[in-house]
């Protein structure tokens, strides 16, 4: 690795790639096909967003859900990676929030529209401390949980991705080069719902890390 630090990957990392519709009970909630191969979306390095910070709500969505998901970060990159050497580019992870204008995503598909506005606009990726590959032995089962004003509202497990994380780090890698310091979301579990102005969001992974953000409309 280079000198910077992985542990901070978000203030130099340079790129977020999603992975959508990853589980089939959130595919099945916004009536999507539970799909055949992963459904890849990016979002920019500003959509980075770190607790103490609040969550900007974008002016032109009324409708802005929240997406925990567990977060791949790349150590060491590569292209058309097998699968069997994948998890050797993983330094380690991150809870992450994918805020999506729900309103905005659905009036693109609509219109067969790319989802940009939806799910790239600033703050739209809040994330957890980094967390070392060592500390997270099984991360094909892990606890992932997230409460809106202490309200349970996502709970799911990481052993319900149709994709696993060797899978999708192969996949995106024989299309994007991964790089030191890329960030891989691996989709969200059901129970996704809206979030309004003042609204506390606690996340987690259970017995790893959990983290707090509030949610502020952007201003005009």
């Known amino acids: ?123 739209s990726c809040p994330v957890s401390d980094f967390i070392p590959k060592e500390r997270v032995p099984e991360p094909g089962d892990l606890e992932l949980w997230l409460k809106v004003n202490g309200q349970l509202r996502q709970r799911g497990r990481t052993s319900q991705m149709i994709f696993s994380i060797p899978y999708l780090v192969s996949y995106i890698s024989h299309v994007i080069t991964l790089e030191e310091g890329d960030l891989i979301l691996t989709g969200t579990p059901g129970g996704v719902s809206a979030v309004r102005e003042r609204d506390e969001l606690q996340a987690g992974i259970d017995g790893v890390v959990t983290v707090t953000f509030r949610v502020e409309r952007k201003g005009r």
């Open 1 to 123: 690795m280079s000198a910077r630090s992985i542990a901070r990957f978000w203030e130099w990392g340079r790129k977020i790639i999603c992975v959508g519709r990853n589980y089939a009970e959130h595919a099945k909630e916004l009536k999507n096909a539970v799909p055949a191969e992963p459904l890849l979306f990016l979002k920019p390095p500003s959509a980075y967003v770190r607790e103490g910070s609040p969550i900007l709500a974008p002016v032109y969505s009324g409708e802005l859900h929240h997406e925990v998901e567990l977060g791949v970060v790349i150590g060491k990159g590569g292209a058309d990676i097998p699968r069997s050497a994948a998890m050797e580019h993983v330094a380690g992870y991150a809870l992450c929030l994918d805020m999506t204008a729900r309103d905005v995503q659905d009036e693109c598909k609509a219109k067969g529209l790319p989802w940009t506005l939806a799910k790239a606009f600033d703050t």
